[in-house]
């Protein structure tokens, strides 16, 4: 894909999105392809703030595509390129997440809830990136999720499940509490599911919970356990082999 550069324009080359090129971008390492989609809240008030600073040098950040809250998408960057938007963390035993996914940014402070034209964007967006690399839907994650120390992003206020029910990303099915343990239990299951396993368990559990059960309150319980072990017999990361 040719590098544009100029002023921002809508081409059909990436489904219509408005090109505004981030010059925050390299080679993807080690000759890795996107195997994961990591979605993000910009967390700044409004879309000039979000693109000034994707766009910018000096801040040395960006993604491949920010999802406006009217449903605008601006492309950033090839898709090809490796962005600058997961930063230090991993997912499925492996780090480097620059190099393994594409980055969406969605114009949002944290603190609402993303609009419907943003939802119907993104689901169109996601449909068009998962295809073109293949990428399963267990490959949809969000920030907090492969850096649950550092991140919280993109919130519990994005509906995943809406996502899954339209194969773009996954969801859990009801497993009896019952069957659940404790924090061994919960932390097992969630680093086969593709949690990093080396992150402070309060952190994996909120990131869980934001993604899972926003509704979810206190100390570890036995739905959070069985939740995770849903998703880790169904989608679990087989971490002896070549990628997630």
């Known amino acids: 894909m040719a590098t544009v550069t100029g002023r921002a324009h809508r081409t059909s080359g990436q489904g219509g999105s408005i090109i505004r090129p981030s010059p925050n971008f390299g080679a993807r390492r080690d000759g890795l392809l996107p195997a994961l989609v990591v979605l993000h809240f910009t967390g700044m008030q409004g879309l000039d703030a979000a693109l000034e600073r994707l766009c910018d040098p000096a801040v040395e950040v960006s993604a491949h595509y920010l999802i406006a809250t ?69 490959g949809v994650i969000g920030h907090a999720d492969m850096a649950p120390e550092r991140k919280h992003d993109p919130g519990p206020r994005l509906d995943w499940r809406r996502l899954a029910l339209s194969g773009l990303s996954v969801w859990p099915q009801e497993r009896p509490a019952e069957q659940a343990g404790g924090w061994q239990a919960f932390l097992a299951a969630a680093a086969r599911f593709g949690y990093p396993a080396d992150a402070r368990r309060e952190a994996v559990l909120a990131a869980f919970r934001a993604r899972f059960r926003p509704w979810a309150r206190g100390v570890l319980d036995a739905g959070d356990v069985a939740t995770a072990r849903d998703l880790a017999a169904r989608y679990g990361i087989d971490r002896t082999g070549a990628g997630p």
């Open 70 to 138: 009217d449903g605008r998408v601006f492309a950033l960057v090839p898709e090809p390129a490796r962005a600058w938007h997961a930063g230090a963390g991993s997912w499925g035993g492996h780090g480097d997440v620059n190099s393994r996914s594409i980055g969406i940014e969605l114009d949002n402070p944290g603190d609402r809830p993303f609009s419907e034209p943003q939802m119907t964007a993104l689901e169109d967006l996601l449909a068009g990136v998962m295809a073109r690399w293949r990428i399963a839907p267990q």
